[in-house]
């Protein structure tokens, strides 16, 4: 009965490690995407100083 217990105990170790590990890469995962929608959405400075030149000039 003590081996079953002990065999138990190290499936369910092993099942909650998979379970953080899974967590930890569905937030990275989540943040990365995040970065990656407003690094699209970012506009540069150069057009600025185009439309600027083309004004005064």
Do not use: D, H, P
């Not at 092993?14 to 959405?41: P, Y």
């Amino acid at each position: 009965m003590k081996k079953v217990l002990t065999i138990i105990a190290i499936i369910a170790a092993i099942a909650a490690a998979i379970a953080g590990i899974c967590l930890v890469v569905k937030k990275l995962a989540a943040k990365k995407q995040e970065t990656s929608s407003s690094e699209e959405n970012y506009v540069s400075c150069s057009c600025e100083e185009e439309f600027s030149s083309e004004t005064i000039a």
